[in-house]
């Protein structure tokens, strides 16, 4: 039965697995502006665009890594959410 206990736990659920798999990305991405914003202090470059290729690059190459990793959290989620079905309708 869907009770609303039930449903706190299941959005809960799925907001951490969006935090899981969104955190390491936004985590290389805030890194990378970071030192690439010393680095354009320290030379005295301001270009806005120069953030956008290192940004895109360390994204790519998270995602490279920790991508077989994300997918197969969200594919147990889905799972796990999917085989719940029956005993949630009750």
């Known amino acids: 039965m869907m009770t609303p206990d039930t449903v ?15 955190g390491p990305l936004l985590l290389a991405s805030l890194l990378t502006g970071l030192l690439v914003s010393i680095f354009q202090a320290a030379t005295q470059i301001n270009e806005m665009t120069l953030t ?12 490279v890594f920790l991508g077989p990793w994300a997918l197969q ?12 079905i029956p005993g949630l309708i009750g």
Do not use: C, G, Y
């Not at 706190?8 to 969104?22: D, G, I, K, N, R």
């Not at 956008?52 to 995602?63: A, G, H, S």
């Not at 959290?73 to 719940?84: A, E, G, I, K, P």
């Open 8 to 22: 706190v736990a299941l959005v809960s659920q799925a907001l951490e697995v969006a935090m899981a798999t969104a």
């Open 52 to 63: 956008f290729i290192p940004k895109l690059v360390v994204m790519f190459l998270v995602m």
């Open 73 to 84: 959290l969200m594919v147990d989620f889905m799972v796990r959410l999917f085989t719940s």
